[in-house]
């Protein structure tokens, strides 16, 4: 049974740098993929970056060349680096794994294990 805990979010000025933090647990990064999800108030949750079964990691264009995805696994933990933020990056932020592969379609619907999320505020 996978679990994950997501901490490090807060509150950032605008152009300022956060990580986020995910540590799990029953975790086996070459079987699961994991991704980071956002939701902000009104919207529907999105993917922002994601590292599939194979260590290749992707990110949305909203995020692309600001936020990076890596892992630790001797710590089991995985991290979200934001960077550049802006006021439109501030959402509850999650991640999220699945059993295999992510194959390039990141649905909540098909990730069956979700931390309880950390907030980003970006004034």
């Known amino acids: 049974h996978v679990q994950l805990v997501e901490s490090g979010g807060g509150l950032v000025q605008a152009g300022g740098s956060l990580t986020l933090s995910c540590t799990v647990s029953?975790?086996?990064?070459?079987?699961?993929?994991v991704v980071w999800f956002r939701q902000s108030s009104g919207k529907e949750r999105e993917g922002v970056a994601a590292?599939?079964?194979?260590?290749?990691?992707s990110y949305a264009d909203s995020v692309k060349g600001r936020f990076t995805i890596s892992k630790d696994n001797a710590k089991n933990t995985l991290y979200l680096q934001m960077n550049s933020l802006k006021p439109e990056d501030t959402a509850l932020y999650y991640c999220?794994?699945?059993?295999?592969?992510?194959?390039?379609?990141?649905?909540?619907?098909?990730?069956?294990?979700w931390g309880q999320g950390t907030q980003v505020t970006v004034s």
């Open positions: 999220a794994a699945e059993y295999g592969s992510h194959g390039g379609v990141w649905d909540e619907r098909d990730f069956g294990y």
């Open positions: 029953g975790y086996t990064s070459s079987l699961h993929s």
């Open positions: 590292v599939d079964t194979d260590g290749t990691t």
